[in-house]
């Protein structure tokens, strides 16, 4: 049995950056997986949806591939990933005119007819084949055994279990190890490609190596284990445990040098690695992009991102669809979790001043403090407590309510309906009438603030430290830990505020007193 490791970081990494490895970068990691002595690197995707002509691992054609391996003297195979449905296969060229070595293929359950015609194609053309069930663990055992019967009509060079979501555990893993190993034609061999959102990527490879098979495996990895949230099985991990338990010669150096120089400042700017929300999207059998979407949402606890996730039907688990989750959750965000009371009551003679948590709040302290001491104004924080005293202290934000609710007076704290409290508040407001501006969804706090005051008829208010979310800075004026990662996120989050607050800024006149992104 050869045990052999393939590095799959230009293609697993590029979840991470979108797939926008510099042409730099990518000969760079190459090179560096060539001194390693990897056995098998993939470069990337074919896509001719998404692709770029450069800058990119999501390549249109075979030829966009061969510029960066066409001079390689390594021994190691070269590969390429398609996704089922993402490539045209007719547009497809022959092996003989590229220094592709094979083509993995990966296809979620229903498509699997589609992905045997489409492998046949590729075998035809002369191509090694990797052929990869997507989720295997959505497979019975005797789906499994009956596609491996296809499998095997195929002659693929290899056939893969693939635990797309890292929840597969030791006995689930050798019971598809054994299946796979006792029923494949003896020339395929196995691979195994796992993810690592329970930690067991390691551990399942490492006992994969210690059961004598009846062929080749192999291994997939990536260094640094960069990947989608929980990331893969780290390349310098499992070459290392192989150099010393099977006398592999992998050389580790310069797969931390690629550490080093590369992923470590691209992990910085969007991390992967083991989190409450892979965890949770591993317990639950579903796509990591369901937890991610929902911890970027920023406004409950974990335990609200594990009520949505059980809400997930079996069919919808698989393959992620935003819309639906976002059905989920804005579901269970609207959800009353304390009954309406009380009658907050802000019309009177004085102005209306906002205070949002943004960094300018301590920036333009002096100017916020002269207003509230000039007693001309009914004073609101929103979502926190600032370093002054404020009249109310509005919260529509689980996590930041638990996190202040004890600082603060009761008879001044006013809570969305939306909240959980173990304490008795006074004034308690219908958070589904507040959180939708032109029909959308709006869970920042500063619009529903803005929302209730235009349907109490307010016609201005002041606004202090709604600054914008800006990409690689702390934007709090407080100590947050619990921060939103994701720059396409905070971009997003931006773009829905401008929105909302173009809209309310026709039924109120709004005044920004420090410094904001937004118009």
């Not at 490791?5 to 926008?20: A, E, F």
């Not at 070269?78 to 005119?97: C, E, F, R």
């Not at 498509?111 to 194609?121: F, G, P, R, V």
Request: proline share 2%; glycine share 4%; with cysteine.
């Amino acid at each position: 049995m050869k045990i052999n490791i393939l590095d799959c970081t230009l293609r697993d990494g590029g979840y991470i950056n979108d797939w926008n490895f510099k042409d730099f970068q990518i000969i760079k990691i190459l090179n560096s997986l060539e001194k390693s002595n990897a056995d098998i690197v993939e470069c990337g995707y074919l896509n001719d949806k998404k692709s770029k002509n450069q800058d990119t691992t999501l390549f249109k054609d075979t030829k966009s591939v061969d510029k960066f391996i066409e001079n390689s003297n390594d021994k190691a195979q070269k590969v390429v990933m398609i996704n089922q449905g993402d490539y045209d296969i007719s547009k497809l060229s022959s092996k003989k005119t590229t220094f592709i070595d094979g083509l993995r293929l990966a296809f979620h359950k229903e498509n699997l007819d589609s992905a045997i015609d489409s492998a046949q194609k590729i075998i035809k053309l002369g191509y090694k084949l990797y052929f990869q069930p997507m989720v295997t663990k959505n497979y019975t055992d005797l789906e499994f055994l009956s596609m491996i019967e296809k499998v095997n009509e195929l002659k693929p060079y290899s056939f893969y279990i693939v635990d797309s979501f890292g929840s597969m555990t030791l006995d689930e893993f050798h019971k598809y190890l054994i299946l796979a190993d006792s029923s494949l034609s003896k020339n395929v061999v196995l691979g195994y490609h796992s993810h690592n959102n329970m930690q067991l990527a390691f551990s399942n490879a490492v006992s994969m190596c210690g059961i004598n098979l009846k062929r080749d495996i192999i291994i997939d990895a990536s260094i640094y284990g960069v990947g989608r949230g929980a990331g893969n099985l780290n390349t310098e991990l499992i070459a290392d445990f192989l150099n010393k338990s099977y006398k592999k010669s992998y050389d580790t150096l310069p797969l931390l040098e690629i550490i080093d120089e590369l992923l470590s400042s691209m992990m910085k700017k969007t991390p992967w690695g083991f989190s409450p929300a892979q965890f949770l999207s591993a317990s639950y059998n579903c796509h990591p992009n369901y937890a991610t979407y929902l911890i970027n949402k920023n406004t409950n606890h974990i335990v609200g991102v594990r009520k949505v996730l059980e809400k997930l039907p079996e069919e919808k688990k698989s393959s992620y669809d935003k819309e639906y989750i976002e059905k989920l959750y804005q579901e269970y965000l609207v959800q009353v979790k304390t009954p309406i009371k009380g009658d907050w009551n802000i019309i009177n003679n004085k102005k209306v001043l906002l205070i949002a948590s943004g960094k300018s709040v301590q920036e333009k302290e002096n100017l916020i403090i002269d207003k509230i001491d000039s007693d001309e104004y009914l004073v609101v924080a929103l979502n926190h407590q600032p370093k002054f005293s404020c009249d109310y202290y509005f919260f529509s934000n689980q996590k930041r309510f638990d996190e202040f609710k004890n600082l603060i007076s009761l008879n001044k704290i006013i809570i969305t309906n939306n909240i959980s409290s173990d304490i008795n508040l006074d004034i308690v407001i219908d958070f589904k009438n507040l959180a939708y501006v032109n029909n959308n969804f709006v869970t920042n706090v500063a619009i529903v603030c803005l929302n209730y005051l235009v349907l109490n008829n307010v016609n201005k208010v002041e606004i202090a430290g709604l600054d914008g979310y800006k990409v690689d800075v702390d934007n709090y004026s407080y100590i947050e830990t619990s921060i939103i990662n994701d720059n396409k996120e905070l971009v997003e989050q931006n773009r829905i505020i401008q929105s909302s607050l173009d809209s309310l800024k026709e039924s109120i006149d709004i005044d920004f007193l420090t410094p904001t992104i937004f118009k």
